[in-house]
């Protein structure tokens, strides 16, 4: 106990690296005896060790040998579709493969809070999974320590990232597109796109699919509606447009945004699918009880969960095969709520 009355925190591998001056590798390697650490480093390390007190219990043991059984995922959200659904894919794959599962809650993205839970997942050993939807998860994946076993959950990314990036996503764009496609197909003359928010300030995957799709069939590009995540997002968004009369095809950037769009248009007494056809993102459970049914884009983001951990896994066992980015491929499903546009548009 320190002077001002609180108990110390027992020494983690990392400070014994801090204070020996070396990488986090290299006090694995000291610990595990290994041959290929020079003398006078292995001596700072086993100095640094007896000053600190440090105890190589289970976990640094694990950690030292890669043969961890524990995975942590860092996120920002636990209850949103996406985010709960690829929660549940590592879950089942860590349990099918005996390794335990925490979950550490980012709640803010500023800069101390996110390296405050970065370092309590460092310090429970094994490999990291960060769903990285959102500044938060952005900012926690680019603060896990270089060395540690990481896998990201990132948004589509503009261009394939190289070897080093061990990232996992949906082809986002892809979705955006096949479903901007179906409502210009119907025959409107555009359709109008009320976004989620980015992980980032970059336009969004989502947002570049759509925008690809007006552009190829020469369609007029509506400015995007950026809203939230939830339903209440979409039905601020909605009131907005449903007053025009010239909207009359809106594609939402999830499905619980387009479930508040529904109620809006509802109350503007535009129909649905006769006056404004709607489309939403990932199929999630209520998409096809809702009245009417939801035409949306189906996201498998279970399996991108356990692609994620597989792709973790391969790097804590190292003999397991490591898969190069594995990508999750979207498939339009067509529901009630899409329709042709009104007579004489």
């Not at 106990?1 to 591998?13: C, D, E, F, K, L």
């Not at 549940?88 to 860590?94: D, F």
């Not at 500044?135 to 603060?143: E, H, K, S, T």
């Not at 939801?294 to 066992?317: I, P, Q, Y």
């Amino acid at each position: 106990m320190n002077v001002t009355g609180h108990t110390r925190r027992p020494a983690s591998i990392r400070d014994v690296a801090t204070a020996a001056g070396v990488s986090y590798q290299t006090v694995s390697r000291v610990i595990n005896g290994h041959p290929s650490v020079r003398p006078a480093t292995r001596e700072r390390v086993l100095a640094a060790i007896e000053e600190l007190g440090f105890r190589r219990n289970a976990t640094a043991l694990a950690l030292a040998s890669g043969r961890t059984r524990t995975v942590t995922v860092l996120t920002a959200n636990t209850t949103h579709y996406g985010y709960a659904s690829i929660l549940q894919g590592i879950e089942e794959s860590a349990r099918a493969a005996s390794y335990a599962v925490g979950i550490g809650v980012l709640e803010s993205a500023e800069d101390a809070a996110v390296a405050a839970e970065v370092q309590r997942a460092t310090d429970a050993g094994g490999g990291i999974i960060v769903i990285a939807y959102d500044p938060a998860g952005v900012r926690a994946l680019d603060a896990v320590p270089d060395g540690l076993p990481v896998v990201g959950v990132v948004e589509t990314p503009a261009s394939p990232p190289g070897g080093e990036s061990p990232w996992v996503w949906t082809d986002d764009r892809e979705a955006a597109y096949q479903a901007t496609r179906h409502l210009l197909s119907l025959g409107h003359e555009t359709v109008h796109y009320v976004a989620i928010p980015s992980s980032t300030r970059r336009t969004s995957a989502r947002t570049s699919g759509w925008r690809q799709a007006l552009k190829e069939a020469g369609a007029p590009e509506p400015r995007p509606v950026q809203s939230s995540w939830g339903p209440a997002g979409g039905h601020a968004a909605a009131l907005k447009l449903a007053g025009d009369p010239s909207v009359t095809a809106i594609l939402c950037g999830n499905d619980d945004l387009a479930l508040g769009v529904l109620r809006a248009l509802h109350e503007r007494g535009r129909a649905v699918p006769g006056e404004v056809s709607v489309a939403g993102f990932d199929d999630a459970p209520h998409s096809a009880f809702l009245t009417p049914s939801l035409t949306t884009v189906r996201l498998d983001f279970t399996g991108l969960g356990r692609a994620a951990f597989a792709l973790l896994h391969g790097a804590l066992e190292e003999s397991a095969p490591v898969a190069p980015h594995p990508v999750s491929v979207p498939e339009l499903v067509v529901r009630e709520s899409s329709g042709p546009p009104p007579s004489g548009t």
